[in-house]
């Protein structure tokens, strides 16, 4: 089955600084979802990559897939107090997983 | 338009008793998938219903069971509790199956066995 493994398992960084968490995956990636998750709540999406190569933005946060590497990033430029949260990558599984997903990096931001 | 809702928020139970969870997704969603988050395992996925029918099941034990309804509401029941299943439930709504970018996630209903 399909394992997807997040690193850092957690980060703290000063406000303002740039960061970026990693996802990868044990086979090759066709379609990886990024989430956010504040503790203890449900998920917001993020962004989806189907494409290697492919590269999405949406405010300061920019996700890539290297499908030849089987893995995905996540960089936030300037961090704020409100991109503090959990983030999970998630992908299309195998047999009967649906979407598997990532242990999770818990981003600490720091004023 | 209202978002995922899930009933209880928060429930607290006893070894051996069985314990229903409510999600209401999006009005129009047809799929409605539950989700067990706990810190040990993480996010997993527990079965997908689409239009009252189970299409997809994760590998849980059968005391873990589901139904969606003709209005796309849909019930997870979870029988003989267990300790280990003390964790946060989710469950997301999306168009159709499959749709995980059009998938919004409820609250959740953090689930406590003592």
């Known amino acids: 089955s399909q394992e997807l493994e997040q690193s850092p398992q957690s980060l703290i960084v000063q406000e303002g600084k740039n960061l970026t968490i990693n996802c990868t995956s044990s086979k090759t990636l066709y379609g990886l979802y990024w989430y956010k998750q504040k503790y203890g709540e449900g998920l917001i999406f993020l962004m989806m990559?189907?494409?290697?190569?492919e590269e999405k933005s949406h405010e300061k946060i920019t996700a890539k897939l290297d499908e030849k590497k089987q893995q995905s990033s996540l960089h936030i430029t300037a961090s704020q107090p409100s991109h503090a949260g959990i983030y999970l990558c998630g992908a299309d599984g195998s047999g009967a997983q649906k979407l598997v997903f990532g242990q999770g990096t818990r981003l600490t931001i720091n004023p | 338009k209202a978002g995922v809702t899930q009933t209880p928020r928060y429930l607290i139970k006893t070894r051996g008793q069985q314990v229903t969870l409510s999600c209401s997704p999006i009005?129009?969603?047809?799929?409605v998938s539950w989700y067990q988050q706990t810190p040990g395992q993480g996010l997993q996925f527990l079965f997908e219903?689409?239009?009252?029918?189970?299409?997809n099941k994760g590998n849980f034990p059968g005391r873990f069971s589901g139904r969606q309804f003709s209005n796309s509401r849909s019930e997870m029941n979870v029988s003989t509790l267990e300790l280990g299943d003390s964790a946060l439930y989710l469950c997301?709504?999306?168009?159709?199956?499959?749709?995980?970018?059009?998938?919004?996630f409820g609250p959740g209903t953090r689930l406590t066995v003592l």
């Open positions: 219903y689409f239009s009252e029918t189970q299409r």
């Open positions: 009005s129009g969603h047809r799929s």
């Open positions: 997301a709504s999306s168009p159709l199956s499959g749709t995980y970018n059009e998938q919004f």
């Open positions: 990559l189907q494409k290697g190569g």
